[in-house]
């Protein structure tokens, strides 16, 4: 029910974004790839996860349109970078393309020393392909029953509170720090061990706060194991109709979601680049990739490259910010 539920308001959000209506999918009179070799379209991070399911989503019916087969190859490994190396060294003939995500396009060049990539300057943005709202979650047990309750709770309790990650520079990491600098409060940062650890302790109530992406937190939230505070989004969830989004708290840093997109190597050239964008803005539109997009929590996008290209400066600046202000730093 709550998967049905997020799949309702994904499509309405989707008419929000500005996107055309969906339409059924239906091949071209000819390849946008104009008779390309095969696609192989790699993913940073382990089958089975939202990551993993956009591109298979994406990759049928992209596939169709193109005129050409496309195959998703997992390479997980150091948060991203072993497969986002892997696409930046490729030749920009459009055969190897990549599922960028706000981790390793965001939180990677900010906190790592080294990356074997360079996140702007080693790609050819194509298109943001989904979003996904946050969520800011608290166990029941702590007496906050609305944001500003909370912020007054862990102000009159500096350094007592703590927050749950799903590790040192994740993206529930980051967005940890980031209410920490905009909103003036102190909180303990409690890594955990991946995201199914890091939900577990909150909860149990060991640990009672959590950044998390509503999709994974939505049914603890209805059956009243968590209570929703905040949610980074354009405008409130169908549902979690209650619940403000940053932007109404005066956070609009914090209003940001989380995001998978589609790049090349760089140098493709730019009219391959927006073929490709236009392919992946089609299927889109197909009712069959919004409903399973909608089971993900996902909310299909499909901006221009060049709005691609200007999101991922944006997040590698604020991510940096983070950074700074949290001293994260890893090797």
Known sequence: ????????????????????????????????????????????????????????????????????PVTVENRPGAAGATCMAEVAAAAPDGSTLGVATLSTHGVNPAVYKQLPYHAL????????????????????????????????HVKARPDQLAYASPGNGTIGHMWGELLKSSANVRLNHVPQAGAAAALAEVLAGRVPVYFDQVASSLPHIQAARLRALAVSWNQRLAVLPEVPTYAELSLFSNNDPSWFGLVAPAR?????????RDAVATV????????????QGLFASGSLPDEFAAQIRKEVEKMRRVSRFARITLD
């Open 284 to 295: 889109l539109r197909d009712p069959g990739v919004l409903a399973r997009l909608g089971e």
């Open 121 to 152: 300057d080693g790609f050819t943005p194509i298109t943001e392909i989904v979003k996904a709202p946050g969520v800011l979650v608290v166990h029941p047990s702590l007496p906050a029953q609305d944001f500003a309750q909370f912020i007054q």
């Open 268 to 276: 493709m050239p730019s009219a391959a680049a927006r073929r490709l």
């Open 1 to 68: 029910m709550q998967r049905r539920k997020l799949l309702i308001s994904t499509a309405a959000a989707a008419a929000c974004l500005g996107r055309a209506h969906a339409q059924p999918l239906t091949p071209p009179a000819s390849s946008p790839a104009g008779g390309a070799r095969p696609v192989r379209l790699l993913v940073p991070f382990a089958a089975g996860g939202a990551t993993d399911i956009t591109a298979r989503t994406l990759a049928g019916p992209l596939a169709l349109l193109l005129g050409v």
